[in-house]
């Protein structure tokens, strides 16, 4: 009897699993939670890193508003300048003023989680850091933003950063405009982190402006990479092509550029990035001649110059289509910088040897 009563149960509890084969499981309750701030970390003089107990939504923590400094000694408080943030979505990177070595409180509020759970309010304290800054300054935003477009011929460009910039080490040779001109005289505001440019664009061409990576912060962290502003007084863009190849090309090579020239005057009319296949394009209106040179730097530290047999010139149709082939050759690299402000000397030099 004892062991009929055992296999009873056995059998019944068999039958029941067997029963449940099949169901879905009750779905998971859905995030009602919201995030929490679990630390404060002073990554340098400038930067404070924080920390979420998960992923963060897009909105929020771009909003400066949402974030507090308070000097828990006197009460005073500060606004930071920039925040944004990190890939993984349960950290913040923020931009600060340099602050004096005494003790704080970051003060966060209206931060919501990847589900739209608001966290109303937290407070980490935190003593800042004295290390130098050593992370580079972003390009926070352009206007007109960074694409093709209809612009003013006579207007200006406004462009935010994510810190404060040195401006007494900044001037136009840290920018390059073809078939436009750009007002020296540079306007910044307060905070050192909104530059405004007055520009004149050439009518009825394609103008490009060029923020290279040379402009730094004020612990002396320049860009890290180069941003292109491309504007027109024309109501469609231009439809003339120029398709380029690039013979000898070294697969090891890494931020290539090629600048475009006319050949009458050597003024610079484009500059394009060529990709990984060595093809690249410019496009342009007017019917005339010009010249290709290029600058490439590599991994092992050297830079390559393209000039042909001396000189390239193109002598563009109405048609809309042109090709042509060129070689790359190298030298030794002392100076990126020097050596895109040389072009216009190493095309008189040519020019004028033939």
Request: one cysteine or more; glycine letters at 2%; hydrophobic letters at 40%.
């Amino acid at each position: 009897m004892k062991y009929s009563i055992h296999s009873f149960i056995i059998l019944t509890l068999i039958l029941s699993l067997l029963a449940n084969c099949g169901k879905k499981l009750p779905p998971t309750s859905p995030d009602r939670w919201p995030p929490k701030l679990l630390n404060v970390n002073p990554v340098d003089a400038h930067h404070l890193q924080c920390y979420f107990s998960e992923r963060l939504d897009t909105i929020s923590p771009k909003k400066l508003e949402n974030f507090k400094i308070l000097n828990t000694e006197n009460g005073e408080t500060t606004s930071i300048i920039y925040s944004q943030r990190e890939k993984k979505g349960d950290e913040i990177l923020l931009t600060i003023p340099k602050l004096t070595k005494e003790k704080y409180s970051l003060i966060i509020f209206n931060i919501r989680d990847a589900a739209g759970n608001l966290m109303k309010k937290a407070e980490k304290s935190f003593i800042p850091s004295l290390k130098k800054d050593t992370i580079p300054p972003l390009l926070v935003s352009t206007k007109p933003m960074r694409f093709h477009t209809s612009a003013p011929q006579d207007s200006i460009i406004i462009l935010r950063f994510s810190e404060p910039i040195d401006s007494t080490h900044i001037s136009s040779n840290d920018f390059i405009a073809t078939n436009m001109t750009i007002d020296p005289n540079f306007i910044w505001d307060r905070t050192l982190t909104k530059l405004t440019i007055g520009y004149k664009l050439s009518k009825e061409k394609l103008c490009k402006f060029f923020i290279l990576p040379f402009v730094k912060d004020l612990s002396g962290n320049p860009l890290n990479n180069m941003k292109i502003l491309t504007l027109t007084t024309a109501d469609i863009l231009p439809k003339t092509k120029l398709n380029i190849t690039v013979t000898n090309f070294k697969k090891s090579l890494i931020k290539p550029y090629a600048f475009l020239f006319y050949s009458k005057d050597t003024l610079l009319a484009d500059i394009v990035t060529i990709d990984t296949t060595a093809h690249f394009s410019f496009y342009f209106l007017p019917i005339d001649s010009f010249i290709v040179y290029t600058l490439a730097e590599d991994s092992v530290d050297t830079t390559g110059i393209m000039f042909g047999n001396k000189r390239i010139a193109f002598y563009p149709d109405t048609s809309g289509i042109m090709n042509a082939s060129v070689n790359l050759y190298f030298t030794k690299k002392k100076n990126l910088l020097s050596q895109l402000f040389n072009i216009y000397n190493t095309i008189t030099e040519n020019i004028k040897g033939e």
